[in-house]
């Protein structure tokens, strides 16, 4: 049985959560919450019977073989080090992160140091498999295009002063690398540091913000010495953080499963 600690209680957590308290995930188990928010973390903890901690230290003390970050891009390098350093393994998913590449580097070291592992689902896009494979040749050319209602970027956009009630039709709010993308739509737009990992390239990142649209969609274009990979994908949104996709939830829950099986399908 794997033994997992959440890092984040929020709706992703939750989701997760409750996949690993049903049928579909009979070989790994959550035993223990922690949150900023220490409220949250209780709540998990009492409507699951699992262990509430009140310190990340506390958490990743515990006899766990895998602790999954699902809290904000702020807690990424303090949930890896220490899960690390207590022989833990860790799923990450505030990717975001890992934008900073002196950060990504570090982390990488320390894991190789200690012979633990640093997983990274594929989130909330497609063909991250064909993708890996591919960085194995030279590639040429990445770029993600991401249209999300506007409501699902409302915080992002207010922050750099722009009025939402004012988009009436699909506008490209950004348009830059994937270093500047993460940085201005810090919950918004992971996937593209995912996809800039897999294909060890640099995405070109267009976001549009759209009254209309009621998923998100994101579409992915790369080429190199393979060919060209073209990926589209409308996810819906997750029903309590329209900020990120339900499929973003699902790729960390289909990665635990895998982990806890013994044949895994897929690169």
């Not at 993460?182 to 640099?202: D, E, G, W």
């Amino acid at each position: 049985m794997l033994k997992i600690g959440l890092v984040g209680c929020g709706a992703i957590a939750s989701l997760i959560t409750k996949a690993l308290m049903s049928d579909r995930l009979n070989k790994a188990e959550v035993l223990a919450f922690y949150d900023g928010n220490l409220e949250k973390a209780e709540k998990l903890a009492m409507e699951t019977g699992a262990d509430f901690c009140k310190s990340l230290d506390e958490l990743v003390s515990k006899d766990l073989d895998l602790i999954v970050e699902c809290a904000s891009v702020t807690a990424v390098e303090d949930t890896v080090i220490k899960s690390l350093n207590n022989d833990k393994d860790v799923i990450i998913m505030s990717v975001g992160a890992f934008a900073d590449k002196d950060l990504f580097v570090k982390l990488y070291k320390l894991a190789e140091k200690l012979g633990k592992k640093i997983y990274i689902p594929s989130g909330a896009i497609a063909g991250i498999d064909a993708v890996k494979s591919g960085s194995l040749g030279k590639i040429s050319e990445v770029s993600l295009t991401t249209t999300k209602p506007v409501h699902g970027l409302k915080s992002a956009l207010e922050e750099q002063g722009l009025n939402t009630d004012e988009i009436k039709e699909p506008k490209i709010v950004f348009e830059g690398t994937v270093f500047d993308a993460i940085s201005k739509f810090p919950q918004n737009i992971n996937v593209s540091v995912v996809l800039s990992l897999a294909s060890r390239y640099p995405a070109k990142v267009k976001i549009i913000a759209d009254p209309n649209a009621t998923s998100n969609r994101h579409e992915i274009l790369v080429k190199g010495s393979i060919g060209t990979i073209k990926t589209c994908v409308e996810n819906n949104p997750c029903r309590d953080n329209p900020k990120t996709s339900a499929l973003a939830a699902y790729s960390v829950i289909r990665l635990i499963k895998d982990l806890s099986e013994p044949v895994r399908i897929g690169t």
